[in-house]
Every structure is written in structure tokens, then in C-alpha cells.
């Protein structure tokens, strides 16, 4: 089986919108509805769970009425951290039949152009390694520091979603962190490497832009998503 955790439980402060950004709407659709297309319309996924803030349960369900996905989606409730949303997501999903062959794909939901071609590419480099994989541009331009010294861009990676896992690897690391008290980690790849885990690294895609602030939505509105 191969599932995915959307997620969206954020409440995007910093653009200081009236609604979180997911619910932005661009050609009168939200961003988290854009997202969750790309994976419930993929041939390769099995199961799409949507990780929402609690506190807009009601206009989540309302979109997914409209837009009738409420029966392809599973909603579970986010944490207070993006660490803990993840770790609900799995939490709901061991809950399921599952086996060691699973993979679960973790996914921004504020990241709506992400194309199919990159997820199935994370999802092929996951099997084929038996090891994580994630998403990842490359920097162009000269790095410094504060300091001004310049940094090797060959050893700077900008980090995406979809990252791509063994399931019962990455519930088994979410679990012992959260045993630890340890829950405000912020990237899967990271918790994977802090496993000594192999991650592999897939070339990802400059319009797989994570929203963020004003600059980006004024972005995402000159291009299509693929």
C-alpha cells in the first residue's frame, strides 16, 4: 500500500490573512484542495489522509463537499507542532492493515503545484532503495553567511516535500522521538538521517514552491501547477 499525509494544520500567521493560506483561493479553489488533487488523482496512491486544523474542521469539510472528495480523503486531527501532525497521521495509519512494504509520502499542503511526475519519482527511489527520499532543488546563486564567507553551494540542498518512506521505519522514529519528548522537529529527511538512515535524494522542481508569505501568493498567480 501506498499512502499519503497531506499536511495542512497550520495556521500560516505570517501572511496575516483572515483564513489560514490553505484556504486561499486561486481560480476559486483552495490551495488545499489544489494539493490534494495531485494525490488522489495519482494511479500509483492508495490512500490520501488530510492532517487539518481542528479549529477549521467545518470549512475543510465544507470544500471537501464541493469539490466531492470527502469520500477519497480521511481527515485525523493535527498536533500542536508539525512533528506531532505527522506523528497523527502515521498514528491513524498503524491503526490500519499494513505491512512492511508500505510507504507513506509526507507532503505540504501549502506546496499545491508539486507535479505527479516528482511524486511518483520519490515514490520509485523509495522502493527501488528500500530508503527515504526526498525532494531537493539546487541553489544558483553565491552563498554566504552573515559574516560574509562564502559557503560551497555543491553542499547546500534547499529542501522540498514529497518525501517519501517505509512506513513502519518512520512510525518507529516518530514514535521513540515522541516517547523522548522530542516534538518540534520540523523535516522528516532530517529525522530519518538522525536514524543513520539512507536518504536519497530526488531532483525536485523550482514550481514546487511552498507558500509561505505575500511574495509567494503574488508568485502563484502567474503560473500553472503541472
Avoid at 465544507?62 to 472528495?69: A, D, G, N, P, R
Wanted: aromatic share 10%; proline share 2%.
Amino acid at each position: 500500500m501506498i499512502r499519503a499525509i497531506i499536511l495542512t494544520g497550520g495556521k500560516g500567521t505570517r501572511l496575516q490573512l483572515s483564513l489560514p493560506k490553505q484556504f486561499y483561493l486561486l481560480n476559486n479553489k483552495p490551495l488545499f484542495i489544489m494539493t490534494l488533487e495531485k494525490f488522489i488523482t495519482h494511479p500509483l496512491i492508495d490512500e490520501v489522509v488530510l492532517v487539518y486544523n481542528e479549529e477549521f474542521k467545518d470549512l475543510y469539510t465544507k470544500y471537501l463537499k464541493e469539490f466531492s472528495y470527502q469520500s477519497k480523503v480521511k481527515m485525523v486531527a493535527g498536533g500542536e507542532t508539525r512533528q506531532l501532525s505527522v506523528y497523527n497521521g502515521l498514528q491513524y495509519l498503524m491503526n490500519k492493515n499494513h505491512s512492511n512494504e508500505d510507504i507513506v509520502i509526507i507532503h505540504d499542503g501549502s506546496r499545491p503545484f508539486v507535479s505527479q511526475t516528482l511524486i511518483t519519482k520519490t515514490i520509485n527511489s523509495c522502493q527501488l532503495n528500500q530508503a527515504s527520499a526526498v525532494a531537493i532543488t539546487h541553489l544558483n546563486d553565491t552563498i554566504i553567511d552573515r559574516k560574509y564567507k562564502l559557503l560551497k553551494k555543491e553542499n547546500v540542498l534547499v529542501v522540498q516535500t514529497p518525501q517519501t518512506f517505509i512506513f513502519t521505519q518512520l512510525y518507529a522514529w516518530h514514535k521513540k522521538l515522541f516517547e523522548q519528548g522530542i516534538t518540534n522537529l520540523t523535516d522528516d529527511g532530517q529525522i530519518a538521517k538522525m536514524n543513520k538512515a539512507e536518504v536519497c535524494y530526488i531532483e525536485g522542481e523550482k514550481t514546487n514552491i511552498k507558500v509561505t508569505d505575500q511574495e509567494d501568493l503574488d508568485l502563484i498567480k502567474n503560473f500553472e501547477g503541472k
